[in-house]
């Protein structure tokens, strides 16, 4: 996924102009990138710092592990409005934990493939108009810098030798792969890819699809002969699709997260919780390169 401003912006300098325009009035947001926020943005939410949390509520442990690190909270009347792609709740606050390994010395790690990890990971939802104060985080953990955030409309990376942009923009396969103007801008198309932090759209998957480590697939089906002739292929499929990127955090230098080797964390959900605002119902995995 790329940022829709950033190509825009790299269409407009690098496609002749009619051109471009064309090009960028067929880019369909996808969700939203986060990125930190400039002065004179509206915040749309924080990586790090201190969590708003109401004073009844506990901060979140991973029983017989030890507490779990604040990573980011997202402001739900801010992205509402926005393409995510999501049903999220029109207000309030969502707050993602995980359990980073601070906690006892890396001796435990959250892994997708053991529900007994699951509690590694939490979503808390706090109502608009709760009362919240800052709550400093639990010994032993240090808390990751505090980094508010904006968004921008996030799309798919474009490829011109696609057919299906060749008409509208009346261009060919030939002219579009030999071209220097063309093959360049794509050059530099791919040159911006990277994992960003992200509500909706497509995860950026490091190592395979994050929605195969989520989903619920029985043991005797075969993930690894994924093709038509497998005979559970269907049923994986629609077990595939069932899941929505809810939050991307990237591994971030300003709020000094480095999850693995410049990995990533993802949480995703089944659109009808998301409705139904059971973000216990969320699942959790993580990769890195």
Request: contains cysteine; charged residues 25%.
């Amino acid at each position: 996924m790329l940022s829709l401003p950033l190509l825009s912006e790299l269409a407009h300098e690098r496609l002749p102009s009619g051109l471009a325009d064309r090009f960028c009035s067929l880019l369909e947001p996808r969700g939203q990138i986060l990125s930190a926020a400039r002065p004179g943005d509206e915040h749309v939410g924080v990586l790090g710092g201190e969590p708003q949390l109401p004073e009844a509520v506990e901060w979140p442990v991973w029983e017989g592990h030890g507490p779990l690190s604040f990573v980011a909270s997202l402001d739900c009347a801010q992205l509402s409005a926005a393409a995510t792609g999501l049903a999220l709740p029109a207000d309030g606050t969502l707050l993602f934990f995980y359990f980073d390994g601070q906690a006892d010395e890396y001796e435990s790690w959250v892994n997708p493939s053991n529900p007994e990890s699951r509690p590694g990971s939490r979503i808390l939802y706090v109502p608009a108009g709760t009362p919240v104060l800052p709550r400093p985080a639990p010994a032993p953990l240090k808390p990751y810098r505090r980094v508010p955030l904006r968004t921008d409309a996030a799309v798919d990376l474009p490829q011109l030798t696609n057919a299906e942009l060749h008409e509208p923009l009346g261009l060919d396969y030939e002219t579009v792969s030999t071209d220097p103007v063309y093959v360049e801008f794509q050059d530099a198309v791919w040159n911006l890819r990277r994992v960003h932090h992200q509500v909706g759209g497509e995860p950026s998957n490091i190592q395979g699809e994050v929605a195969y480590e989520v989903g619920d697939f029985p043991e005797d089906w075969d993930l690894d002969e994924f093709n038509p002739d497998n005979p559970h292929f269907d049923d994986i499929l629609a077990e595939e699709a069932r899941w929505r990127l809810l939050l991307q955090i990237a591994s971030d230098d300003d709020a000094d997260m480095m999850w693995g080797d410049a990995g990533a964390l993802y949480w995703l959900i089944d659109p009808e919780d998301l409705a139904a605002g059971r973000f216990d119902q969320a699942r959790f995995t993580w990769q890195c390169h």
